[in-house]
């Protein structure tokens, strides 16, 4: 095969995020436009067979399964902050990592990251305290599953004084401050949900590793995957806009980390 010589770019979705007979996007269709899924894991959303109808698709589709790992808080989506000390959260981490390595193996694959979803990811980007007890849970499972999260977030910063392998994330459907932090969520402009911009998007973010500030000021975001989330309202269309948006502009599509059997 030959060696791709252009841009690439790991994308990314949320998925698993229903919940018993409640569904709230077509999985499916999402894995046949991305290259790595956060999949739940139980906490915010997700049950059990879901959890492993997801990794079986994804396994089929070549798709890097992440653990999507939250605070526990099911009826909040995890958008809602939990105190908990640094053991419990460890552990709670922990034990969502291995819920759904379990349903990975079964399906055929293994998790091959591990993201903080909502509240705990943004929490982690400043809370010392709580960005440690993530990487302590990383570090427990053996230190070999990478950690995804924002650039300049103590929890990577954490993770790479500890050996752990980091993945630096972007979002081509949330808003950005001038400090390369989130707009906080039920704020003007915090999500973006026409598709032709969030293609754009994505696209600056994968050739230029730039993405421009609620205020216009370009952010320097070199990532090393770009994700789109699937509540985002249109994400179908959305997703299909900022593939097709990729594809044309030469852009490879590929995960991050590699796909273990």
């Known amino acids: 095969m030959a060696q791709h010589e252009g841009p690439v770019v790991d994308l990314n ?20 436009l991305v290259s790595s899924a956060n999949v739940a894991c139980g906490f915010h959303a997700g049950d059990p067979s879901l959890l492993r109808r997801v990794c079986e698709a994804a396994a089929a589709r070549g798709v ?16 809602r902050y939990v105190a908990a000390s640094r053991t419990e ?18 399906a055929g694959t293994r998790v091959a990251y591990v993201k903080p979803h909502g509240a705990l990811y943004n929490r982690i980007v400043h809370d010392e305290v709580h960005a440690a007890a993530v990487v302590d849970a990383v570090v427990d499972l053996g230190a070999t599953l990478p950690l995804m999260g924002l650039p300049g977030s103590a ?3 954490l993770a790479a004084d500890l050996g752990v392998r980091k ?31 969030v293609a754009a998007r994505v696209v600056r973010l994968a050739t230029d590793g730039v993405v421009d500030a609620s205020d216009g ?44 059997r």
Request: aromatic share 6%; glycine share 10%; proline share 5%.
């Open 64 to 79: 890097a399964v992440g653990a999507h790992v939250a605070y526990r808080d099911l009826v909040g989506f995890g958008r």
């Open 155 to 157: 929890v990577l910063r």
């Open 13 to 32: 979705v949320d998925l698993g995020e229903g919940f018993g007979r409640w569904s709230l996007v077509d999985d499916v269709a999402l894995l046949d």
């Open 167 to 197: 993945l630096t994330e972007a979002f081509g459907d949330r808003g950005y401050r001038p400090d390369g932090t989130l707009v906080p969520r039920g704020r003007p402009g915090a999500v973006i949900s026409d598709p032709t911009l």
């Open 89 to 106: 959260l460890r552990d709670d981490v922990v034990y969502q990592v291995g819920a759904l390595d379990a349903c990975a193996r079964a």
């Open 217 to 260: 000021s370009p952010v320097r975001a070199a990532v090393d995957s770009v994700c789109v989330h699937s509540d985002t309202p249109g994400a179908l269309d959305v997703l299909r806009a900022v593939r097709t948006a990729l594809d044309d502009t030469g852009v490879l599509v590929r995960p991050a980390v590699q796909v273990a």
